[in-house]
């Protein structure tokens, strides 16, 4: 399946970053550059989808979140920008996972009881993914995103210190150099917590929460449909 064009930065970012040469070993490396936190913050995402059946995962890579949607007996489809990222999920996971863009979903209006990412927001256009999670959810679907944030007071000098450790590990694994030397820029810079905050209320979501998780590194944003 073609992947519609669209024109917003974080397309460059991601396509930069996520390749055939890193999509084997991403699972291993997200566990441990989060030092095994990506497992607790995907069980928040969880816990906020709640008891929704059917979950809509966008951009789900390698299918970590989508496996662990699936053991707990929701019925799972996932969408991702990256063909070999769900090539490296193929094999183990229980979904139906499709190649496309966030922006512009393949599915039919009010088809899913939630919506979840994780790692995505910094990378995609949050009014257009918005606008697509309120037309595929059903009234009384949840919408979830989980990414990275960068931490204030004293956690700021650990994470640029853990950064910086990284950037070195880049120098040996090569397929990973890229993305070690330009994510931290990406999360410092990016506002996505503001941005889906603001972009949910001017759809129409409500109750829309967030919460901040270990020492502010991460965050997840959360709202209903009503
Ligand atoms: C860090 S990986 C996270 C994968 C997975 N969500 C997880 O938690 O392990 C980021 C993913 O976002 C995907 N991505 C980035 N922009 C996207 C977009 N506009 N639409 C769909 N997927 C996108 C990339 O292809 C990549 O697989």
């Not at 993914?129 to 595929?136: G, H, L, P, T």
């Not at 397929?175 to 996505?192: A, C, P, T």
Request: glycine share 6%; proline share 2%; hydrophobic share 40%.
């Amino acid at each position: 399946m073609s992947v519609p064009m669209l024109v917003h930065e974080g397309h460059a970012s991601a396509r930069r970053f996520f390749t055939r040469a890193n999509a084997r070993s991403y699972n291993s490396v997200v566990r441990v550059a989060t030092f095994g936190q990506d497992f607790a913050w995907k069980h928040e995402i969880i816990n906020a989808v709640g008891s929704s059946k059917s979950v809509l995962e966008l951009a789900c890579g390698t299918g970590v979140l989508s496996s662990m949607l699936v053991v707990t007996d929701k019925t799972v489809v996932g969408i991702d920008l990256t063909f070999e990222y769900l090539q490296a999920s193929r094999r183990e996971l229980h979904a139906v996972i499709a190649q496309g863009t966030a922006e512009v979903l393949p599915y039919r209006n009010e088809s899913f009881d939630a919506v979840a990412s994780s790692y995505m927001a910094k990378y995609v256009d949050l009014q257009r993914v918005v606008d697509e999670c309120w037309r595929v959810l059903r009234p009384g679907g949840v919408a979830v995103f989980h990414d990275f944030t960068y931490p204030s007071g004293v956690t700021r000098s650990l994470w640029d210190a853990h950064f910086a450790v990284l950037r070195l590990a880049g120098r040996l694994v090569t397929s990973w150099r890229m993305v070690f030397e330009q994510l931290d820029d990406l999360i410092k810079n990016s506002d996505w917590i503001d941005q889906t905050k603001s972009a949910l209320h001017s759809r129409g979501f409500r109750n829309v929460d967030c919460r901040y998780y270990t020492a502010g590194t991460a965050g997840i944003v959360s709202a209903e449909k009503p």
